[in-house]
């Protein structure tokens, strides 16, 4: 019993993880059609540029909103430089311009920083807490904790603020949104920004547990997009739900059937979502029009 | 003669929406029978079940007595019914030759390893393909833009590409929808003596269009739809007169003066 | 006599094959030739697939992995030839492909990318996690083809450089010829069509899943063969010739290069190989230059380099 609460307990701490990063997708996602491969050298760079911030002497949490903001910007700057020149190219070109762009950052990020591994002090200590005869960190609290407080600040930003309506406005109809005077570009780059912003909190929020080096990003990367794909591409609700059950799943494989093989279970999971119910859990069916 | 397409009781609801309710009717060989209605009243919806686009949701079309109510288009074309598409579904980036051998899929597909080879068989299959399609664009007057790249012909010739494409598969039944949109007084024509042309070879023919003048003129039976539901059918001069048709069209009359 | 554009491409590969090694400044090149040869080979299937059918995979390397561990394995504990072992490989590859396609094609872009891609992972998994087997990431020695031998027996004394450099110049040229037949073929057609409208394909008869399961197969045996000659010239496999990033260079070659085209796809083939060849001084900044590279002829070379400099060379003609 407490075994099985332990892999729970890992099983979210890393879900919470996937889901930010899935959570990322999403908001791009709707905003531009694009799925963007270089999602996961958000987190990189969130954690990368906290340590060495960190190591440069800012105290902690200044090194992490500096980190924050400066992988927003290169959110932007992703958005500006490479996506909307594309816009209305192919899907394999989008897939291909969004991975040039990981692999631009990743070889930036060895040259900026270097090829090693780091690591973050963890914010409340290490000292394991006790749960019904199962551990778990007081930073992977911290992490949980931070991809629900991420999505429940998105769900009152998208529900209650004018801005955030504009940004849903412009998911369900670009043209529509343009024609009632929303400014597409800017809630396009305004996404890019928000994506980054959280893809780099995730950084620094696990860091601490998982340590971090130039080289995370893809893997990542593909994690929270099938995240996202078991929830259904699109959905916020669904990218949260997905990377939380991946997350799950990959803990209980790990734990019941083979460590080696707990990348794996995403992609069966995965294959098994698109065969059976191609637009994930909570994702909409869409028509084509003839 | 007994009707090669027939359709009984049709519909189909989009999110609690009835796009088409309970339509009826049936075409014979050499017949032609157009669909009329103001925009939005469920023709190209009706078409889209008919040829197997749309999954109906209630209702039976059957093709010379077979049951084929949402069979796949290309199990379809097998049975002998083509269309062609409103808004042009063209293969833009082949040329104006290579659109109209592909209504010669069905005839000239064989083996892949023998296309893969290149071996006679093969080749021999994709000549008589081209053979026939070059005659098809002479017939839709096309031949000499035969190896251009279709998507930069205009609207109009497009039209008329798609209308050859679906006659390369020598169909049956051939569902037109709108094949004079966007053509001039003189293509239209062009168009009108085609499909009676193609109807008189014995087809059973399908038409939805605006252009109420060519409606009136080349229909043998005109079936109404208003909101998704048949008003009034019968020949143009009865229908003409039918004052359902009239409060129909008079209703919308303004919305779509340019159609 | 006018020349039919297939009977272009191919004169054109095959003089480029013949012809280049006059200006090889050592046998070093032979080495480099003969690997743009094979990824050239296994762009061209993706040529097939995603150039004339307009599917997206970014799991190809893991038929890559297939062809070159059966060539590794099927002669140790099968006793196949190597050459046998690889033709038993494209088999395993096809019928794979057959299975997996059959699920995986209704899905449509970004979602068939990611199912693509989920495939490739698991097979690079299997490699790396069944050492009995494959003994794993350190990877394992593959058995010589011996044709180099037979043909040494026959009086065609080659070095060992300039053997692969040739066999894999043939075998591009036959893959090559290959899917230049099926482009202007009655399926060729029908793949092309369903790349250009789904719908109006299906209205002409074109059985859709039946046809992209064509191109899947098809082009899954090409990266299959283009495995096993990397197994067979470098006599050594490791589980990276099936990893993520070896799929993401196959698309990235043809589509860089054009994916429309046979010959585009090959030159991108032939760019992006050298690329690193090129950049080995730089070797610090290669990450950096092949992104860059990748994300600008995207952004403004849409079709790819080979068919917007032939477009410039047409334009300036004019």
């Known amino acids: 019993m407490s075994e099985l609460l332990q892999f729970l307990l890992s099983g979210v701490t890393v879900g919470a993880v996937y889901a930010l990063v899935a959570l990322g997708f999403t908001i791009i996602f709707n905003a531009s059609d694009v799925v963007n491969f270089a999602q996961g050298e958000f987190v990189m760079l969130g954690g990368m540029t906290t340590v060495f911030a960190h190591a440069a002497g800012l105290p902690l949490p200044l090194a992490a909103l500096v980190a924050i903001l400066a992988t927003a910007a290169i959110g932007v700057a992703l958005n500006k430089l490479a996506i909307e020149p594309a816009r209305g190219a192919p899907v394999v070109s989008l897939i291909i311009i969004t991975i040039g762009a990981s692999i631009f950052i990743r070889g930036a990020a060895q040259l900026v920083f270097d090829k090693q591994i780091h690591k973050l002090p963890a914010f409340s200590g290490d000292d394991p807490i006790v749960l019904l005869g199962a551990t778990i960190l007081p930073q992977s609290l911290w992490v949980i904790c931070g991809a629900l407080v991420v999505f429940a600040g998105l769900w009152f930003f998208f529900t209650r603020t004018l801005l955030g309506r504009a940004v849903l406005a412009t998911s369900n109809n670009r043209l529509a949104a343009q024609l009632v005077g929303i400014n597409t570009n800017f809630v396009m780059t305004l996404s890019f920004a928000l994506s980054a912003g959280i893809g780099a909190l995730a950084g620094v929020l696990v860091t601490p547990i998982t340590l971090t080096s130039y080289d995370v990003g893809l893997g990542l990367a593909l994690k929270g997009f099938a995240g996202a794909m078991l929830g259904g591409m699109g959905n916020p609700k669904g990218a949260l739900a997905g990377g939380f059950l991946l997350g799950l799943l990959e803990a209980l494989t790990a734990g019941y059937l083979s460590s080696q093989y707990k990348d794996a279970a995403a992609f069966v999971v995965i294959l098994a979502v698109l065969f059976f119910m191609p637009q994930g859990l909570f994702g909409r069916k869409s028509t084509d029009r003839v | 003669m007994s009707a090669l397409l027939s359709i009984e009781g049709l519909g189909i609801t989009f999110g609690g929406l009835k796009a088409v309710h309970d339509v009826g009717f049936s075409v014979r060989e050499g017949e032609i029978v157009s669909v009329i209605g103001p925009n939005g009243a469920g023709k190209t919806t009706l078409f889209n079940m008919i040829s197997g686009v749309y999954q109906p949701g209630a209702g039976r079309v059957s093709l010379s007595g077979e049951d084929v109510t949402g069979m796949r288009p290309d199990l379809l074309a097998r049975r002998g019914l083509s269309r062609t598409f409103q808004n042009l579904q063209i293969f833009q980036s082949m040329t104006v030759l290579e659109n109209a051998i592909a209504g010669y899929h069905l005839r000239e597909s064989g083996s892949v390893l023998a296309d893969l080879l290149g071996l006679p068989a093969s080749r021999r299959r994709a000549l008589t393909a081209r053979e026939g399609a070059r005659a098809l664009l002479a017939r839709v007057g096309l031949d000499r833009a035969a190896e251009r790249e279709a998507g930069n012909l205009c609207y109009g010739a497009l039209k008329r590409l798609e209308i050859a494409r679906a006659l390369a598969l020598n169909p049956k039944v051939l569902l037109l929808d709108e094949p004079a949109a966007g053509c001039n007084a003189v293509e239209t024509e062009e168009i009108d003596h085609l499909i009676a042309e193609v109807a008189a070879s014995g087809v059973a023919i399908l038409l939805v269009e605006h252009d109420m003048k060519m409606v009136m003129r080349i229909s043998n039976h005109i079936v109404v739809l208003d909101h998704g539901e048949k008003i009034a059918e019968g020949d143009p001069a009865t229908v003409s007169r039918d004052p359902a048709v009239i409060a129909a069209y008079l209703g919308t009359e303004a919305d779509h003066a340019d159609g | ?318």
Not at chain 3, 102 to 113: E, M, N, T, V
Request: net charge positive; hydrophobic share 55%; with cysteine.
């Open chain 3, 1 to 318: 006599m006018k020349l039919t554009p297939k009977q272009a491409t191919l004169l054109v590969l095959a003089a480029l094959i013949a012809l280049t090694p006059f200006f090889f400044p050592s046998g070093y090149y032979y080495r480099v030739g003969a690997l743009i040869f094979v990824n050239g080979l296994a762009v061209t299937g993706i040529v097939i697939l995603t150039g004339y059918a307009g599917q997206v995979s970014l799991g190809h390397a893991g038929f890559a992995g297939i062809g070159a561990y059966a060539c590794a394995l099927a002669p140790v504990h099968l006793g196949l030839h190597p050459a046998l072992a690889a033709v038993l490989g494209a088999i395993l590859s096809g019928c794979m492909a057959w299975l997996v396609g059959r699920p995986i094609l209704r899905l449509k872009g970004y979602y068939l990318a990611v199912a693509t891609l989920g495939f490739g992972i698991l097979v690079s998994m299997v490699l790396n996690n069944e050492r009995w087997l494959t003994r794993g990431p350190d990877g394992i020695d593959v058995p010589d083809l011996g044709l180099r031998g037979l043909l040494k027996g026959w009086g065609l004394d080659l070095s060992n450089g300039e053997f692969w450099y040739f066999f894999s110049g043939l075998c591009l040229l036959v893959g090559a010829w290959l899917a230049l037949n099926l482009y202007d073929s009655p399926t060729g057609r029908a793949l092309r069509a369903l790349h250009g409208s789904e719908i109006a394909a299906r209205v002409v008869g074109v059985d859709v899943a039946r046809a992209k399961l064509q191109a899947f197969v098809i082009s899954a045996v090409y990266a299959s063969f283009s495995g096993s000659l990397l197994a067979l010239q470098n006599k050594f496999v490791t589980p990276d010739v099936a990893g993520f990033m070896h799929s993401i260079e196959m698309v990235t070659m043809a589509v860089l290069g054009g994916v429309g085209s046979v010959l585009g796809a090959i030159f991108g083939a032939g760019i992006l190989t050298l690329l690193p060849q090129a950049l080995t001084v730089f070797a610090e900044y290669e990450q950096l230059l092949l992104g860059l590279v990748m994300m600008l002829v995207m952004i403004f070379l849409r079709e790819g380099l080979l068919p917007s400099i032939l477009r410039k060379i047409r334009g300036t003609g004019e």
